[in-house]
Structures are given as structure tokens and as C-alpha cells.
């Protein structure tokens, strides 16, 4: 089945970021960030073969700028052990932004554990942090999440699988989620936006390693992939840092 890709844009190459932040032994992993960008929520559910309707309009995000005294949700399982990056190198540039899709909800609720939204889907950990181009650590920054659940459908009239956080005294985050489904056109991702306290709004994806549709996707990028291991229990434990301009 053939398909229109609603998420396709033309995207400029800049350079790979990889680093790691010493500032309380948090792992810091590659990063892709950028500029907001803005778009509309449709009201339809996407999936893969399913029936849907997009608009075209725009809209500003309008995500919170200011963090509430909680710092992250740390309810999940301990991470297994990842490959440590090297040492965040100063100087290092923050990358262009990725497409924010046509199925961003502003203002969505304060919460770090989406997986509790739904009863299907492998779970997904995910830590990491927030720093500037020169390894500053960004505490208080705003980390909005939004993804399609483990069939590749959208919650697109509500908040299911969508959510925001701010990053603690470490600038760290914690996401508790599902693995996403693939639909037509995209391979596996999760959408972010990233914003320091009164700053630009960087929007960018998130990718899987080793996805067969990672090599078809015109909008994927590898420097935005996670670092993923598989815990136990069949779960994956994921680690990604963003790097603000």
C-alpha cells in the first residue's frame, strides 16, 4: 500500500553531536536537536492503513515555560548498564531540528509515565539529559513527549501517550513509556520538544537502532537515535541527551 508521508520535510545535514556530561554522574548520549518549528493537531487518529484527516493550519506551541518544584518521575525499574559516550566537548553545535509532525497536542498534562496510559506495548525506559553547545547542564528545562502506541495510532482528541516534564537540579529526565508502532511512511520514533526556562523550543524525533525502515525514512537521522539495551525482562532501557543552542 502506497501512502503520502504527512511528516515529510526537507532537512539540512549538520553535524553529529555525541557527548557525555560529568555533572552528577549522569550518561549523556549522542544528540539531535533544533528550533522550533509549529503545526496543528489534527483531530483524527493516524495509523498504518487506517482512515485519517490532517490540517494544514499552524499553531504556536504553548507548552509551560516554568518548572513546578517535582523534579522527575523516577518510578521505574534500575536501567540495565549502557556503553558510556565520551566527555561533552565544548563547542560542540546544536543540530537542525526535525519536522514536528501533524499530530502535536499543545499543553499536555505534567507526566512522566506514559505508560500507564495504556495496558499493551513493550516498555520503554528512558533517561538522559538536557545541556548547552558548552556542557552546561539545563536544569528546569521542559521535555514534551508525544508518540503513536504499540499499533501506530495517535491519541489525537486526548493525552494518551503524551506528556511533559521538567528536568531536576541535575538535568536529568526520566521517561517511563511503550515502544511506538510503525505506520505508513515513518519507521519507529518519538517526538520531543525541549525548552530551556524562557528559551527557543528545540523539536526533534527520537529513532530506534536497527529498524529496517530507518534506511526508507527521509526524515530520519542517525545522530537522533537512542542508545538502547534490552533489560531481563524483555523491556528496553534507553539513554539520550539533548543539547540546546
Known amino acids: 500500500m502506497t501512502s503520502t508521508?504527512?511528516?515529510?520535510s526537507p532537512l539540512s545535514r549538520r553535524v553529529v553531536l555525541r557527548g557525555g556530561l560529568g555533572a552528577a554522574?549522569?550518561?549523556?548520549?549522542?544528540?539531535?536537536?533544533?528550533r522550533s518549528g509549529s503545526a496543528a493537531a489534527p483531530s483524527s487518529t493516524a495509523a498504518d492503513g487506517a482512515t485519517s484527516t490532517t490540517g494544514d493550519a499552524t499553531s504556536a506551541t504553548t507548552a509551560p515555560t516554568a518548572p513546578p518544584a517535582a523534579a522527575a518521575s523516577t518510578t521505574a525499574a534500575a536501567p540495565t548498564a549502557l556503553v558510556p559516550t565520551p566527555t561533552c566537548d565544548d563547542g560542540d553545535e546544536a543540530t537542525p531540528e526535525q519536522t514536528e509532525g501533524p499530530y502535536f497536542t499543545p499543553d499536555s498534562p505534567l507526566k512522566a509515565?506514559?505508560?500507564?496510559?495504556?495496558s499493551t506495548g513493550t516498555p520503554l525506559h528512558l533517561t538522559g539529559n538536557v545541556v548547552r553547545t558548552d556542557c552546561t547542564p539545563v536544569a528546569g528545562a521542559l521535555v514534551d513527549f508525544w508518540h503513536a502506541d504499540d499499533a501506530g495510532e495517535y491519541d489525537n482528541r486526548g493525552y494518551r501517550l503524551r506528556g511533559h516534564q521538567f528536568t531536576n537540579d541535575a538535568a536529568t529526565y526520566v521517561l517511563d513509556t511503550v515502544v511506538p508502532g510503525i505506520?505508513?511512511?515513518?519507521?519507529?520514533?518519538i517526538h520531543v520538544?525541549?525548552?530551556a526556562s524562557g528559551g527557543e523550543v528545540l523539536t526533534t524525533q527520537l529513532y530506534f537502532p536497527g529498524e529496517p525502515g530507518n534506511a526508507s525514512d527521509g526524515i530520519y537521522r542517525e545522530e537522533c537515535e537512542m542508545t538502547l539495551a534490552t533489560a531481563a525482562d524483555g523491556s528496553q532501557v534507553g539513554t539520550f541527551t539533548f543539547v540546546l543552542a
Open 5 to 8: 508521508n504527512p511528516e515529510a
Open 25 to 34: 554522574g549522569a550518561l549523556l548520549l549522542a544528540a539531535c536537536t533544533g
Open 113 to 118: 509515565n506514559l505508560a500507564a496510559d495504556v
Open 183 to 189: 505506520y505508513t511512511g515513518r519507521t519507529r520514533h
Open 193 to 195: 520538544k525541549v525548552q
